[in-house]
Nanobody, 125 residues
């Protein structure tokens, strides 16, 4: 059974940092594109960051303009885990964060087949 478990969310002050983890079981994160999405109350789910599969011809990472320079996505194949390091957090980063697996990086949630349950991130003073 393919499964993701996200962790690392919480309450942080503006300007602070958090590292989200997405631990996979039942498949290898090395061979899928893994994306992080977020959804704030009343808003659509939006793509935040993505890391391509190791088998992709263009091994890359992608970040939404709103988080570029502040968020970093990375992968530890040995731990079968993908991370999202979030620095210089802003109140507008407040959302439930989800990780998802697909075949290609995309900002469209429908392109991903497997989803975690999400972890809440709240940025507030």
């Amino acid at each position: 059974q393919l499964q993701f478990v996200e962790s690392g969310g919480g309450l942080v002050q503006p300007g602070g940092s958090l590292r989200l983890s997405c631990a996979a079981s039942g498949f290898s994160v090395n061979y899928y594109a893994i994306g992080w999405f977020r959804q704030a109350p009343g808003k659509d789910r939006e793509g935040v960051s993505c890391i391509t599969s190791l088998t992709s011809s263009d091994r890359s990472t992608y970040h939404a303009d709103s988080v570029k320079g502040r968020f970093t996505i990375s992968r530890d194949g040995a731990k079968n885990t993908v991370y999202l390091q979030m620095n210089s957090l802003k109140p507008e980063d407040t959302a439930v964060y989800y990780c998802a697996a697909g075949y290609h990086c995309s900002g469209a949630p429908r392109q991903y087949d497997y989803w975690g349950q999400g972890t809440q991130v709240t940025v507030s003073s």
